[in-house]
């Protein structure tokens, strides 16, 4: 395909969720205090491209790369220059895969064809500015119905127990065993963000395409919840009203995210200016960092796997 007019470059950046991780809201009236970043559309959790873009630019600077964080995401308003638009534009971060308690087998990471089609297009998109990223997910995947009280899983799930899926001790699936679950599980592995042999085992085989609504119903009772409090230091008794409660992705949830590079100058210098794009994305694949809040708790720590140019 032709090249994007405004983008030069892109990737796909893959998020594994080593930690319990927050994407925060502020607080809201519920039973959840602080909970987590959802979309308006589907109500399934997201992290929104703003916390992902902060995370990226904070990560560089830590690492003494100011000048190509100031390059590509632009001045910081402290530094008391002039304001540019940055280079880099993201997406928000996509839920494809989520781990929720098993029966048999510990847990099962969850995914649905929504999820599904939103990777499946991600990766066409990316077609568009010239990166070709090979596509984990069959087009005749998405396309196979999911019916309610079913569960699409591997040829050799670890997840299956009297011929039934039994997930956070109540939903109760029947398994359909699936030969393009199994190729997608497979395939997945060239792009899931884990860096440990043993866990990208465990994928291939704990693996389930539920239904579009039965995965929403899971995302809401999957989640952890933590109550935290704040005590005085002299009676250790909880101080004023400082008793609350935190909602998490759980650990060893799998996001995605979109970036693209648009360069200043569509002229000669447009090439150095890609390099330096690519050189952000060598800064960030493979590495370990914090995203979304309560990093002081141990929360929000991902390891990144870039896919792109």
């Known amino acids: ?22 994407f925060g809201t502020g607080r809201a009236i519920g039973l959840v205090d602080l909970p987590i970043q959802r979309s308006s559309k589907t109500d399934l959790p997201i992290g929104q491209s703003g916390s992902v873009r902060g995370t990226f630019r904070s990560f560089l600077e830590l690492r003494g790369k100011e000048s190509l964080a100031e390059e590509l995401f632009g001045p910081s308003p402290e530094r008391g220059v002039p304001l540019t638009a940055g280079h880099l534009s993201f997406s928000d971060a996509k839920l494809l895969a989520m781990p929720v308690r098993s029966l048999v087998g510990l847990f099962c990471w969850v995914t649905s064809p929504w999820c599904l089609w939103e990777l499946r297009r ?74 440990d042999e043993y866990l990208k085992a465990k ?61 200043r100058r569509m002229t000669s210098e447009q090439a150095s200016e890609v390099n330096k794009f690519r050189e952000f994305l060598s800064e960030i694949n493979g590495r370990r960092m914090f995203i979304g809040g309560k990093e002081s708790v141990g929360r929000g720590l991902i390891y990144v796997r870039v896919v792109g140019p």
């Open 122 to 195: 991600a990766i066409n998109r990316l077609d568009y500015v010239g990166v070709k990223v090979s596509n984990p997910v069959p087009e005749d995947l998405i396309k196979v119905e999911v019916k309610e009280g079913e569960a699409l899983i591997p040829q050799d799930s670890e997840n299956v127990v009297d011929n039934k899926l039994i997930l956070m001790d109540e939903a109760e699936l029947t398994p359909k065993s699936n030969e393009k679950v199994t190729v997608f599980a497979n395939n997945l592995l060239n792009l899931v963000a884990f860096d």
């Open 203 to 263: 994928f291939k085989r704990r693996l389930a395409v539920v239904r579009d609504d039965d995965f929403k119903y899971l995302t809401k009772r999957g989640l952890e919840v933590a109550t935290r409090i704040g005590l005085t230091r002299e009676t250790k008794t909880v101080r004023g009203r400082a008793l609350w409660s935190e909602e998490y992705l759980p650990a060893m949830s799998i996001l995605f995210c979109e970036v693209y590079f648009h360069p």
């Open 1 to 22: 395909m032709l090249s994007h007019p405004l983008f030069a470059s892109g990737a796909l950046i893959v998020i594994g969720c080593e930690e319990p991780t927050h």
